[in-house]
């Protein structure tokens, strides 16, 4: 899908991709960045269940009761 930008906003754009300091600032960005789930490469189903766990008693979800998928032909 290609979005459309005014002539006005595209200089604006070229003038920011010039700007070293905004260069560092997204260097610095990335270099902070990981990958919390991942252990030795691999993710690691155990944290993450753990960190939504925590997460649904944070924002105080309730679960929804278990219900069983009645379904005989399922295609991915």
């Known amino acids: 899908m290609k979005v459309k930008i ?3 906003a595209e200089k604006e754009f070229n003038k ?5 300091s905004l260069r560092i600032d997204m260097e610095m960005v990335a270099s902070g960045k990981h990958m919390p789930f991942l252990k030795d490469g691999k993710v ?3 944290t993450y269940i753990e ?3 925590q997460f649904n008693e944070f924002i ?5 009761p278990f219900q069983k998928i009645i379904d005989n032909d399922m295609r991915l």
């Open 51 to 53: 960190f939504v766990t």
């Open 6 to 8: 005014s002539k006005k």
């Open 60 to 64: 105080n979800h309730t679960p929804k």
């Open 44 to 46: 690691d189903a155990d």
């Open 16 to 20: 920011f991709s010039e700007s070293y």
